[in-house]
């Protein structure tokens, strides 16, 4: 592997690191058009049983789900797979929330696949399930 490709394979493992990052703190800031525009366009997303699919499910998705004050927190990541403009990985997450003034906690883990467009590491597919 030539040194320009192995840099290339860090700097793709950071940027899809950061998308995480960038996911929990938008979250935690109640921003639902800065995680909607973490997404691909055609991006599908699996939580508890429930489906959505693009921009509008997303919406659907984080609409109501914000309303709770979640707070995430990445535990442990790990990119499986890297082939180019397309990756998967797993990332392990705790959620702090208010519902109906009562703190919550919850965990679960996020199986994940990324793509790469226009430069840029979005989440093409999400699926979460609890512990």
């Known amino acids: 592997m030539s040194d320009e490709l ?9 940027a899809i690191r950061d998308l995480l990052s960038q996911y929990c703190y938008l979250i ?38 914000l309303a709770v004050q979640p707070k995430p927190y990445v535990h442990n990541h790990w ?26 906690t919850g965990g679960g883990c996020y199986e994940d696949r990324y793509c790469k467009q226009d430069g840029v590491w979005r989440f093409e597919q999400r699926t979460f399930r609890t512990y």
């Open 28 to 65: 935690a800031s109640g921003d639902v058009d800065g995680v909607v525009a973490l997404f691909t366009d055609d991006c599908r997303v699996e939580i508890l049983g429930r489906h959505f699919e693009g921009e509008a499910g997303l919406r659907s998705l984080y609409a109501d789900a």
């Open 6 to 14: 192995r840099l290339q394979r860090i700097e793709d493992r950071e």
């Open 79 to 104: 990119i499986e797979t890297l082939d180019g403009d397309s990756a998967s990985g797993r990332a392990v997450f705790e959620i702090r929330q208010i519902r109906d003034g009562q703190p919550e």
